[in-house]
């Protein structure tokens, strides 16, 4: 979940890009306790009753950092086996909310607090789903995997234990880990 | 995660049972914004002073209901193949973290404010990965699966997706899903 890459151009979006840049910062630097619309404005250099009229309070900026993040162009991997692209997508997972200072995690935790927000991380992760579906599609295709498995439920089943460590039991994956992952759900137990 | 079973009398550990059984009660009827040590205090009966002298905070209390449900007497299931106990695990994931109006899902929601209540919730989780073990260790005895697995990553494998279903994806897993996760983990993909 990179930054917002919302149509360049305009006043309004980059008045966007600048709010939920400083959403992002704030987090970062004062946590959710510390985090208000207020000092998002003077961070963002935007107009405090221009982030309430459009945000409306710390859910609704929550809320539109996900969705930005959820109107990006980005694409699953494609390295010509489900293995692979499985594992291509857990490292993803790990370089973006395995760190402790990650963002991304920050995010998740914050949304978890205000249902707009929390609707919206849903929506991003579906998206993100939904997109990487064809990294099965394309394994059912090779003849890699029969035809009645169902994409999401590979893709959650591989990627879904790295964010139940990451957000739930507090403990930091490895790569080593996000592969044994992928190759239980691809292969079983030996 | 049933209610603290804290070994019975003891005034002590009455205060404690009606205090946490106060903040699982006050959490579901006001949610965590509402969720207060006055408020608990007054649900519980307990006197004001006692809840802030001994808990301190909400996090305090969050954190107890965590470690009271850590200290039960609740035992693994043991239904002779792997898949099957895994499937029972899942099962009461489901049960009890599936329902919208489940406490403990509205208590891990809450802990993520909180760094005493987070670490307590990972306290939890990893106690009961860890008396789930036996569960793994069964399968590998009874040469079910090689001795080269590692019994918490089954475990998490299994049930770490019905986790960022509840949490993260905001849907609500059905037991099918819950069998195709286990049967994926145990047996990889058709």
Redesign the interface.
């Known amino acids: 979940m990179e930054r917002g890459t919302s149509r360049p151009g305009g006043r309004t979006a980059r008045v966007r890009e600048q709010v939920l840049a400083a959403v992002v910062d704030e987090l970062a630097e004062h946590g ?1 306790e510390g985090l208000g619309v207020d000092g998002v404005a003077a961070r963002s250099g935007v107009h405090r009753a221009t982030v309430f009229r459009r945000w409306g309070d710390v859910g609704g900026l929550l809320a539109d950092t996900f969705d930005a993040a959820a109107s990006d162009t980005w694409t699953p991997p494609d390295h010509g086996s ?1 293995r692979a692209d499985l594992e291509a997508l857990a490292r993803e997972v790990l370089e973006y909310v395995g760190p402790p200072e990650s963002s991304v995690r920050a995010l ?2 914050a949304a ?2 205000f249902p707009r927000a ?2 919206a ?2 929506r991003f ?2 998206d993100r ?1 939904r997109r990487s579906a064809v990294v099965v599609e394309r394994a059912v295709a090779r003849g890699e ?2 035809a ?3 994409p999401r ?2 893709l ?2 591989a ?7 990451l ?5 930091s994956p490895t790569e080593a ?1 996000a592969v ?2 992928v190759r ?7």
């Open positions: 959710l489900l998740m935790g978890e607090r929390r609707e991380l849903h992760l579906d789903y995997v029969g009645s498995v169902v439920q590979v959650v089943g990627l879904g234990p790295l964010y139940h460590h957000l739930h039991l507090g403990d880990d044994a992952y239980m759900v691809v292969g079983g137990l030996p």
